[in-house]
């Protein structure tokens, strides 16, 4: 059974900004180095290792490369699957309103943003999307104390420039986050407004507010669909210039959607008294997508995804017979049956986040274990979002 304690990272490692150039983030592969491929290996990334395909040292023994040398660990025919999801920049102040005063002045025929500021408190609060319930309400976690008259409902304001927009909080949830219900917004309309007026969600453990830079750096270079209120942080490292050379090389590059919710990095404090709950996200399987999966595992290759969201969006697809377009709150841990995926590449994770569990799930607790030893051991390594990446695949 997992010990967390063997799992922590030095918090002096923790990456608070990314390295400039994705593919030359730090790469500890902890594959079977019989999957080298030598023709392609760039070893100019090794530390004194000798030319040519990493030397030595029992199957699966980490190895250091470089994001960039991805190519050289895969072979034709193998398929590369990333999560296209954009996370919105879902951090923004709001202020509570008098509810009676408010509807006075909205019953009159010239309401202006000055009005409603009249009856809007100074106090501000800051508000962090989580996850999404239904269609105009979301979990959000909050700075500040937010109370209302009676049973602690009460309306926000938000939006610092142009019209502002609105939310009813409609309870508190035992984890502490807040439901908030928006008013009169679509929710392609709230993204809008969103993206007018809000920061980067960056984890708490970063110890920074975001900025403008953090709107590039956060996201994945393909990102497409948005709805995320975290980041699918494997992506990151994945460049136009790195797909190109996969497929080059013949490996198929495809794209899944996971709009990924700070749900999916509840921290878990014992997996022997505690069943993770994961929140519940949207995930789009394409049926074009899922058969070139299946025709990839017919001819002998093998699935690399890129990402513990796009392992839980494959192997939820195939749980429900194949292509998939609807929700999913399917947790992974040990004794998981993995259908989909055969490697995965994923960044350092903190030790009690469900992306470990999932990770140990796949490669055996042993393997990765022995990856965070080394990583710790090597100083090169930086960790969590803004950090590096490792590689493993499935045990058999």
Known sequence: MISFDEFLLPKARIATRPIEQREQANLLSCIDPSCFDPSCFDSSCLQGAPQGA????????????????????????????????KVLPARLCAKPVDEKETAEIEHTLETTSEDISKVTSEVTFEITFAEKIEPGLFRAFVKGKVKGKGKEQTRLQFGRHGQPFFA???????DGLLRLRFEGLSDEELYDRLEAEGAMPLPPYMKRNSDAKDRHDYQ????????????PTAGRHLTPRLIEAMQHKGIETLFVTLHVSFGSFRPVRSVLSETPRMAREAVVVSPEVFARIQACKQRGGRVLAVGTTVVRALEAAAMNGGAFCGETDLFIGEGFNFRCCDLLLTNFHQAHATPLLL?????????????????RAHTQYRFFSYGDACLFARRK
């Open 54 to 85: 990493p030397q030595g040292g029992p199957q699966g023994a980490p190895q250091d490369l470089r994001v960039k040398d991805l190519p050289s660990l895969l072979k034709r025919g193998d398929v590369v699957v990333l999560n296209d999801t």
């Open 220 to 231: 994945t270079l393909f990102a497409r669909h948005r709805g995320a209120f975290a980041a």
């Open 168 to 174: 009813h909080v409609d309870g508190r949830d035992a």
């Open 359 to 375: 990770t140990c799930a796949f490669a055996g607790e042993e393997s990765v274990q022995r990856a965070y030893a080394h990583a």
